[in-house]
């Protein structure tokens, strides 16, 4: 079993949905979550963080972690197609990140 | 000012040459790292150096060699060159090495596509 998981799409909605995204993880160790963006052929970029159960909100989008079943999620509303995009789940222990496989998204306008 | 540089941004090379990659971070952070990004957008450490010095090497070939002349700058060299290399490798640097989010956001460089004929 790896130790992230994420389904890789190709997920694709129609403009003004809202999307959600997910990551499963094995390691009870993971402390710190985050959700970074990755545009086609640019660097991935940080979205969001968290290190705590519970929602985080930040404009259109919201993280969610859920420790207990080891399962984290990003939630975007009113969806743009400025943010199509690959979207990676990440999490870190302490010492490094471990990245999810990312999950492709578009949003059709 | 671009706050990770890579160079090249394209590499396309043959089998068995031995290439390398730059990267420069101006950004005044202590951590840099090489990540490898496969064909199915799968990003994974390779190596990670704090201060210059090397913190993380996970199960890398030896023909992989990290060399960090200073805390801005991180290179890789690739050896003897196999078609399995061809990926998208990303540079990336943080202020701080695990811990905190706050303190690690981790930045990346624009990626350097190699492609291996």
């Known amino acids: 079993q790896k130790e992230v998981e994420q389904d890789p799409g190709p997920l694709s909605v129609p403009e003004g949905a809202i999307v959600s995204l997910n990551c499963t993880y094995s390691?009870?160790?993971?402390?710190?979550f985050m959700w970074y963006r990755q545009y086609s052929r640019k660097g991935p970029e940080l979205l969001m963080y968290?290190?705590?159960?519970g929602n985080k909100e930040d404009g259109r989008f919201t993280a969610q972690v859920d420790k207990s079943s080891k399962y984290i999620s990003l939630f975007i509303r009113d969806s743009q197609p400025s943010d199509s995009a690959t979207y990676l789940c990440?999490?870190?222990?302490?010492?490094?990140?471990?990245f999810g496989p990312g999950t492709s998204l578009s949003v059709i306008p | 000012d671009t706050a990770v540089s890579q160079t090249p941004k394209y590499l396309v090379t043959q089998m068995g040459n031995d290439k390398s990659i730059k990267c420069e971070q101006n950004?005044?952070?202590?951590?840099m790292y090489w990540y490898k990004q496969d064909s199915k957008k799968f990003l994974k450490i390779m190596f990670s150096?704090?201060?210059?010095?090397?913190?993380i090497n996970e199960t890398v070939p030896n023909r992989f060699s990290p060399k960090s002349p200073d805390k801005a700058h991180l290179n890789l060299h690739i050896n003897s060159l196999e078609l399995g290399d061809s990926a998208v490798y990303f540079c990336?640097?943080?202020?701080?090495?695990?811990?905190?989010?706050?303190?690690?956001?981790?930045?990346f460089g624009p990626g350097t596509r190699l492609t291996v004929l």
């Open positions: 990336a640097s943080s202020q701080d090495r695990g811990g905190s989010a706050t303190t690690d956001t981790q930045y």
């Open positions: 150096y704090n201060n210059k010095e090397l913190i």
């Open positions: 950004l005044g952070h202590d951590t």
């Open positions: 990440a999490m870190s222990p302490y010492d490094k990140v471990i």
């Open positions: 968290t290190y705590s159960s």
């Open positions: 390691n009870s160790a993971f402390q710190y």
